[in-house]
């Protein structure tokens, strides 16, 4: 079966530090890749996408992520973590081309702190 | 506001009770979408309109109804709904109803059914 895997409930990281939220997928064919995240009382918002190219995409917010076919990996990454990016980040799957049948994972809490 | 809107942001229904909810956008997109969001689980995909046409509707129950009157407005219209349909239920909205695209959401309805 098709499925997202984000193994982590919950990222801790200092203020400053580099962060890594991860993000696995057991998906067929060439998937388009998407991370959103989650503010408190909030709806998800669109942070960046994979469709191809590049295997280093750049997101809002200073925000990037790192395709790895071989892997089959999309990891979230900053360089240096505000307190403010801390929320709830989702990764998501759109198996094939056409489809808005998109799968998403369970969630990463991150929590950044000062 | 990301450009979606959703009413009311929290709604607390008996069991016996008929409500609906509203999503309005004005993006210009084409497809709308209703997810139901519950906690530590993946966001489940509900129901999916392009240009006003049902395109899918993943094995929801019928206490559940969507209705698209144009390509700007979406509701969702409840009636004898389950406890375990609390939940925060999002709408979204993207350029057409493919895998290409990222979403945009509303900050949804956090639904109690008491």
């Known amino acids: 079966a098709q499925s997202v895997a984000q193994p982590e409930d919950q990222v801790n990281v200092a203020e400053g530090n580099p962060l890594t939220v991860k993000c696995t997928y057991s998906?067929?064919?060439?998937?388009?890749l998407f991370w959103y995240v989650q503010y408190p009382n909030r709806g998800l918002q669109f942070l960046l996408k994979y469709i191809t190219g590049d295997n280093l995409v750049k997101g809002s917010y200073g925000f990037e992520a790192e395709f790895n076919k071989s892997q089959t990996s999309f990891h979230l990454k900053k360089p240096s973590a505000l307190v403010s990016d801390s929320a709830l980040y989702f990764c998501a799957v759109s198996p094939t081309s056409g489809t808005y049948k998109y799968i998403f994972g369970t969630g990463t809490r991150l929590k950044v702190l000062a | 506001e990301t450009g979606v809107t959703q009413t009311p942001r929290h709604l607390v229904m008996g069991m016996t009770n008929k409500k609906s909810l509203k999503c309005e956008q004005h993006?210009?997109?084409?497809?709308m979408y209703w997810y139901k969001q519950s906690a530590k689980k993946p966001l489940e995909l509900m129901f999916v309109y392009s240009l006003e046409e049902r395109v899918e509707n993943n094995s929801v129950p019928s206490r559940f109804s969507p209705e698209c009157p144009n390509s700007s407005h979406l509701f969702l219209h409840l009636h004898t709904l389950q406890p375990e349909d609390s939940a925060l239920y999002l709408c979204?909205?993207?350029?057409?109803?493919?895998?290409?695209?990222?979403?945009?959401f509303g900050s949804g309805t956090r639904l109690t059914v008491v």
């Open positions: 998906v067929s064919g060439n998937p388009y």
């Open positions: 993006l210009g997109h084409n497809a």
């Open positions: 979204a909205s993207s350029p057409q109803p493919t895998g290409s695209y990222g979403y945009t």
